[in-house]
């Protein structure tokens, strides 16, 4: 069975009864603390507080204006990286103030990647130069060069169905939309893994439907949102053969219905059946699956669980974990 993806602290063993009246106290608040801890555990124990009625689909107002600013925020780049490709305009003749903006130029140009010169020591007169470009294939992008010595930033663009993997499972596939304007270094390690044309040790292992917590497309239904269930598959993406090195914090936006993120830096992610607004903002995501495969989404979270209590919180493990494979997708896979 999987371990618990989240490393919560675990309840002390000792036998609280026999403590003096000094180490009870201590006790006392370490436990308050840990219950603290709890409540901002997003993935095992949402914050009910957390959820708004205030809108007609249960955000706030703070809620919506840390979406606005996620979506503007959502064009990233990996640095030290140049990408080649075909050139679609020069960056000796197309000069800008930043990643981003070279970044919104490439969506602008309906590219496919960008590369920006931003040190203005190292990069001399290209300073500032923005190319834009084109990738054959925006799934194995065309790196010249990655190292510390290199001074330019590079970053991808897919448009609406590019950039299409898929979760293969025995029950079907999981087509996902990948992000990398969002995030970059987590689409890379996503390329890097389907280059192996395996994924051994991939996995769902944790399940758990909407239960009456939600509606079909996510709302709330209820005020109490703790769980279970939580809404979630739960599974790993650390594969054999590839080594594993934790993620920094991406685009972290609130959790919509269909995303697909990561639980603290990865390799285990969750695929999200609700809409959590108390989970923001906790998680990168790195992709959104496709609306026409979250019925198999569902179908997965109703397979058979049992019961299991982690770090104290009741949680559903499959009783047969679900082997994954990664490949290529496209819009009419199924």
Known sequence: MAPPALRLPRHSSGDDTKCRPALLLIAVSACAAIATYFALSPLFQPDQGAISSDSSDGRSARHL???????????????????????????????VNSSAACCQACKAAQCNSWVYCGDRVKCGPNFGECWLKNQEDPLSPDVQDSSKDVYWTSGLVYAKNVGLVQLETEY???????????????????????????????????????????????????????????????????????????????????????????????????????????????????????????????????????????????????????????????????
Not at 68 to 94: D, Y
Not at 292 to 299: A, G, I, M
Not at 320 to 331: E, F, G, H, Q, T
Request: net charge neutral; with cysteine; glycine share 8%.
């Open 65 to 95: 204006v840390a979406i606005r600013e996620e979506k503007a925020a959502c064009c990233r780049g990996i640095e030290h990286q140049e990408l080649w490709g075909s050139v679609v305009q020069w960056g000796t003749s197309n000069k």
């Open 172 to 334: 079907g596939a999981i087509r996902l939309q990948l992000l990398p304007d969002c995030a970059p270094l987590s689409v890379a390690f996503v390329i890097e893994l389907l280059k192996l044309r395996h994924c051994a040790g991939c996995n769902i292992y944790r399940a758990e439907t909407r239960g009456n917590s939600w509606d079909e497309e996510g709302n709330p239904t209820a005020k109490n949102l703790r769980g279970p269930p939580h809404a979630i598959l739960q599974g790993t993406l650390e594969a054999e053969g590839l080594g594993f090195k934790e993620l920094p914090r991406e685009a972290c936006p609130m959790i919509r219905r269909g995303m697909v993120g990561w639980i603290e830096g990865g390799p285990d992610f969750f695929i999200s059946l609700a809409n959590h607004d108390d989970w923001y903002p906790k998680h990168t995501v790195f992709a959104n699956v496709l609306p026409d495969d979250l019925p198999l989404v569902e179908k997965l979270a109703s397979l058979p669980t049992s019961k299991t209590i982690w770090s104290g919180i009741d949680v559903a493990v499959l009783k047969k974990p679900i082997s994954l494979k990664l490949a290529r997708a496209s819009v009419a896979s199924s």
